[in-house]
């Protein structure tokens, strides 16, 4: 390929440098290209002269990685995401930064558990926390079943305050991480009871499950629990707003915001692309858990370390729900934008380190079909995750629902067959996943089931590949995927995170930073 200019400047490695992407006319196999020219500017932050930070921002993408980032970027850029957003975007070709590009470091982590080479959230979130490669859904354990002294607990018996937040359940692989040691993620009662005990000051996001011979087995009784260990235990968003100060240690969960708060088994926030479906008086947000947890732990004279976990990208890109991500990652940006807004206050005390415990989905931007061609924009015709157009499946009668009836729906939800044009292929494996949907007889053996469907409805896949094959994207797996994540720094000792590392260099550059060995 011969590109007539190519001008590419990343601010990321510079201190002071604004970030610029030119998109050039190239010829390409003999076909020229018309110029596109998009400038985009990083605001820049003051430089930190600080060398150990009195506040640690640890932020995780689960399931982030490049593409999930410039998916959102490219999504921004052509208003795809406008219900975030107000302002209107031009067709050409463009992206909008998001925040993270702020963060004047960055380095790349490999993320391979210590048994299997494409990890696990459990192994790669035991890695980020204590600097150790551990096994397959082990928490903060190595494979003696000793327990591997997480930077959470350090910091807390450094005399900081600690906070874990996450936009899924509390006691989910990521933030259980932090403050709980077993060798099963699945043993959320034996996780749940460690929390209660940690010693920690701020808990918040979804709530607390439990296994079945759990001797909690309500949230009213893990609240009584909760309060008896010391925490305030707050489920409505009034009480939320109300927390100060004088309320001491925190427990806030999400078991009371709302009708429409919750996803299938009630334990995480729901979609952002279904925000509405909460109570617009107990609508709250990641970013409204984080920001109340850097309030509360502030003015602490030994300062504070808050993990905040976004969780449902990885989620999103599980089913293979590209727009739901764009969504998500967007929201986890406000978050960045909240702690560099605490950043700016406290430069040469604060440091911030961003990162993906591992990628998700194997997702590209670039199909076969479109060629060199993408088309964002198709994504603002989706108006709901894949889960709740899933849960709009299984309430029809299998029955009396027709395939034609169904398009209307798809129409509705993703603008298959109304904004969005079909061809005579793809109205045929619609209407195969509808049958298949709808209890049909089985027309695909189990191995073929997994790859078009892997696990999830059929018909609601198949709409959301469709759409995202029209828009120039692709996923290559329902699962992990083992390609590097981005390390993203600012602030007090930042400048040790460049470079090319694995995930456990990430923990023991936070350590060592902070002199939390």
């Not at 990685?65 to 107000?86: C, D, F, M, W």
């Not at 609508?283 to 947890?293: N, W």
């Not at 931007?365 to 157009?389: I, R, W």
Request: glycine share 8%.
């Amino acid at each position: 390929m011969n590109c007539i200019k190519t001008s590419l400047k990343w601010g990321f490695l510079s201190l002071t440098a604004a970030t610029t992407l030119s998109l050039a006319s190239c010829s390409d196999n003999n076909e020229t290209r018309t110029e596109n020219t998009t400038a985009v500017t990083v605001p820049t932050h003051a430089i930190s002269r600080g060398t150990q930070p009195k506040y640690i921002i640890y932020l995780i993408g689960d399931g982030m990685a490049t593409p999930q980032i410039n998916l959102a970027e490219a999504a921004l850029g052509q208003g795809s995401v406008k219900r975030l957003y107000s302002q209107t975007k031009s067709e050409t070709p463009a992206i909008e930064a998001l925040r993270l590009r702020e963060l004047p470091v960055v380095g790349m982590a490999t993320t391979h558990a210590e048994d299997r080479y494409i990890t696990g959230s459990a192994a790669a979130a035991t890695a980020l926390a204590t600097g150790h490669k551990t096994l397959i859904g082990y928490i903060s354990q190595d494979y003696r079943h000793d327990n591997l002294k997480t930077m959470a607990e350090r910091a807390h018996e450094k005399g900081m305050k600690v906070g874990i937040v996450s936009s899924v359940s509390i006691d989910h692989a990521t933030p259980a991480c932090f403050y709980a040691h077993t060798d099963d993620r699945n043993k959320y009662e034996d996780i749940g009871n460690q929390l209660l005990t940690s010693g920690f000051d701020y808990f918040a996001g979804g709530s607390v499950r439990w296994n079945k011979r759990s001797t909690l087995k309500t949230a009213a009784e893990y609240a009584t629990a909760a309060q008896e260990k010391g925490f305030t235990y707050v489920d409505t968003k009034a009480d939320f707003d109300a927390l100060n100060a004088e309320s001491g240690r925190v427990i806030a969960t999400i078991n009371k915001l709302g009708s429409g708060a919750f996803t299938s088994d009630g334990s995480a926030l729901p979609y952002s692309i279904d925000g509405y479906l909460q109570d617009s008086e107990n609508q709250i947000t990641l970013k409204d858990f984080a920001e109340k947890g850097i309030e509360l732990m502030q003015n602490n004279p030994n300062g504070f370390f808050i993990m905040v976990e976004a969780g449902k990208i990885d989620w999103a890109c599980h089913a293979n729900d590209a727009t739901s991500s764009a969504f998500d990652m967007v929201a986890f940006d406000e978050v960045v934008g909240a702690a560099l807004d605490f950043y700016d206050q406290h430069p040469d005390e604060t440091l911030i380190v961003i990162t993906g415990d591992h990628d998700c989905g194997g997702l590209t931007l670039g199909f076969t079909s479109t060629d060199y061609e993408t088309t964002f924009k198709n994504l603002e015709n989706q108006t709901m995750s894949y889960l709740e157009f899933t849960n709009k499946v299984r309430s029809w009668n299998p029955t009396t629902m027709t395939f034609g009836e169904a398009m209307v729906e798809a129409g509705k939800a993703f603008g298959l067959g109304t904004a969005i044009s079909l061809s005579n292929y793809e109205i045929q494996q619609l209407e195969a996943a509808f049958k298949r949907s709808m209890g049909g007889e089985q027309i695909l053996n189990d191995t073929e089931e997994k790859l078009h469907y892997g696990g999830y409805d059929p018909f609601t896949m198949t709409c959301t590949h469709i759409l995202n094959n029209k828009s120039g994207i692709a996923f290559s797996s329902y699962q992990h995927t083992a390609v590097p994540v981005p390390v993203f720094a600012i602030g007090a000792g930042a400048d040790t995170f460049t470079g090319y590392y694995d995930n456990t260099d990430v923990a023991k550059k936070i350590m060592e930073v902070a002199q939390l060995n």
